[in-house]
């Protein structure tokens, strides 16, 4: 059981370029969620998603897109690419209702530059 | 707007000794988790407190929450050098209707031998 899958773990990017981050989770959970982390912080979400086809946005999602076209992916597209959007991402997922806590994939670290 | 505040933002002490976090919310919530983090590493789930007056366990770490005072503690007894990590409080507010959780900013936990 690999829980929630996040692809790549590290990325360099140039400033105005795209990248699309990837999330895959097989517990099927409906509920997703991006978020950003920058150092020595908290938890910002970005976007979220209570099942296939829906989406919405977070506390921050100026600079972001997202899709939800089945269960179990849920990808971040970072367009123009700033130095503002260096942080590490999490992805997360939960069940409806939450009451057992998110699951968390293990992050990806982008440095815009 | 819902806030959340954590304190203290970081704590060094010896092992043996016990100490608490304090996870303070600006409104209503019956909903409060509390989650571990390792330096570079994902996010790990440790508890979900869903009523007043939860109180959870698991080893030398113990978390309660009083939702009329808004304040959940996590309490470490007799620490160890391997609970040494970052901790985050979560809570979801009641008035929201979204699925968002707001994050404290983290304590930062050193456990010297």
């Known amino acids: 059981n690999a829980g929630v899958t996040q692809t790549p773990k590290f990325r360099i990017l140039k400033i105005g370029q795209s990248m699309t981050l990837q999330c895959a989770q097989d517990?099927?959970?409906?509920?997703m969620y991006w978020y950003r982390q920058d150092p020595g912080m908290g938890l910002k979400l970005i976007y979220y998603?209570?099942?296939?086809?829906?989406?919405d946005k977070g506390e921050v999602p100026n600079g972001y897109n997202v899709s939800r076209s089945t269960t179990e992916d849920f990808p971040l597209r970072l367009e123009l690419a700033a130095p503002s959007q260096t942080s590490v991402y999490f992805c997360?997922?939960?069940?409806?209702?939450?009451?057992?806590?998110?699951?968390f994939g293990s992050g990806t670290r982008l440095t815009v530059v | 707007e819902l806030k959340v505040e954590q304190n203290p933002l970081f704590l060094s002490m010896q092992e043996g000794k016990n100490y608490t976090i304090y996870c303070n919310y600006s409104?209503?919530?019956?909903?409060l988790y509390w989650y571990r983090q390792d330096p570079g590493k994902s996010l790990e789930s440790l508890f979900v407190?869903?009523?007043n007056g939860a109180v959870k366990q698991e080893g030398r770490l113990m978390a309660s929450l009083d939702t009329k005072a808004r304040l959940s503690t996590l309490h470490i007894t007799a620490a160890v050098h391997d609970l040494s990590a970052t901790y985050f409080c979560?809570?979801?507010?009641?008035?929201?209707?979204?699925?968002?959780?707001?994050w404290g900013a983290g304590t930062k936990l050193i456990i010297k031998p």
């Open positions: 979560a809570v979801k507010s009641n008035m929201d209707s979204n699925y968002q959780l707001i």
């Open positions: 409104t209503t919530s019956d909903r």
């Open positions: 407190l869903l009523s």
């Open positions: 517990m099927n959970h409906n509920y």
């Open positions: 998603s209570v099942g296939a086809g829906i989406t």
């Open positions: 997360a997922s939960s069940y409806i209702g939450d009451n057992y806590g998110y699951t």
